[in-house]
């Protein structure tokens, strides 16, 4: 005989179960997005200090002439 509780119970599990899978995927969605934006915040900083080092080497040579 088929229990109709049982079945019931393992759709409502396999619910919360896609539930958590949908939401642990968004999370790591939006990790891998942060990563991509520190990494790009980063390599702007890197080019920037390299223009200001850039810069003071310049304005150094400039000041022995």
Do not use: C, P
């Not at 991509?36 to 390299?50: D, I, K």
């Amino acid at each position: 005989m088929i229990n109709f509780n049982d079945i019931h119970t393992a759709q409502a599990r396999y619910q919360e179960w896609v539930v958590v899978a949908e939401q642990e995927n968004q999370v790591a969605k939006e990790v891998k997005g942060g990563e991509t934006a520190v990494s790009r915040l980063s390599h702007q900083l890197a080019q920037l200090g390299n223009r200001l080092q850039g810069h003071r080497l310049s304005q150094t040579a400039h000041s022995y002439r």
